[in-house]
T-cell receptor, first 109, second 116 residues
Framework: LAKTTQPISMDSYEGQEVNITCSHNNIATNDYITWYQQFPSQGPRFIIQGYKTKVTNEVASLFIPADRKSSTLSLPRVSLSDTAVYYCLVAEGDDKIIFGKGTRLHILP | NAGVTQTPKFRVLKTGQSMTLLCAQDMNHEYMYWYRQDPGMGLRLIHYSVGEGTTAKGEVPDGYNVSRLKKQNFLLGLESAAPSQTSVYFC???????????????FGSGTQLSVL
């Protein structure tokens, strides 16, 4: 079964680029890597999803090496409003979408 | 454009009472899920449904029951509430375009439940 490991918390300053790495050593061949963002008192929100190499959208970039055993979420030029919990997801088995504890990102002024 | 709507938003129960949480989605999604979130625990999957009339157990199903009588609704029931069920409950839904486990989830805003 796939399982993800990511840092419990991270601090950064406004205007900097933030990279959050997630390891998923047992990822299955046909599984994607998905990242969600959660603000206090809200449900998680989809940020980005990828299978290999690099994916970029208006919010973030996702870098996935060739072996796919890890991935890195990159947030460019963060602001205070990017303070949130970020979850890296890989499917567990055939039918479950399991969230881990996520990474609590704190942006400082 | 409501998306995923959860009712109620807040509820306080006494131990042993029962209640039902309602989740409704207007996106014609096949899949629906119930998660609970406790401080420091992330989200844990309670039950899920891959279509109308079907349900399955997640990580922490004990003490809960679910029903999916209509495609747009997914109900979570607590038959005899316990203090350990104090939590924030989130409902989510997703499309069924191919690989179930790679689908993008859409979440509701949550229900804060306290059991005294």
């Amino acid at each position: 079964l796939a399982k993800t490991t990511q840092p419990i918390s991270m601090d950064s300053y406004e205007g900097q680029e933030v990279n959050i790495t997630c390891s998923h050593n047992n990822i299955a061949t046909n599984d994607y890597i998905t990242w969600y963002q959660q603000f206090p008192s809200q449900g998680p929100r989809f940020i980005i999803q990828g299978y290999k190499t690099k994916v970029t959208n208006e919010v973030a970039s996702l870098f996935i090496p060739a072996d796919r055993k890890s991935s890195t979420l990159s947030l460019p030029r963060v602001s205070l409003s990017d303070t949130a919990v970020y979850y890296c997801l890989v499917a567990e088995g055939d039918d479950k979408i399991i969230f881990g504890k996520g990474t609590r990102l704190h942006i400082l002024p | 454009n409501a998306g995923v709507t959860q009712t109620p938003k807040f509820r306080v129960l006494k131990t042993g009472q029962s209640m039902t949480l309602l989740c409704a989605q207007d996106m014609n999604h096949e899949y629906m899920y119930w998660y609970r979130q406790d401080p420091g625990m992330g989200l844990r999957l309670i039950h899920y449904s891959v279509g109308e009339g079907t349900t399955a157990k997640g990580e922490v199903p004990d003490g809960y029951n679910v029903s999916r009588l209509k495609k747009q609704n997914f109900l979570l029931g607590l038959e005899s509430a316990a203090p350990s069920q104090t939590s924030v409950y989130f409902c989510a839904s997703s499309y069924a375009s191919g690989s179930f486990k790679n689908e993008k989830l859409f979440f509701g805003s949550g229900t804060q439940l306290s059991v005294l």
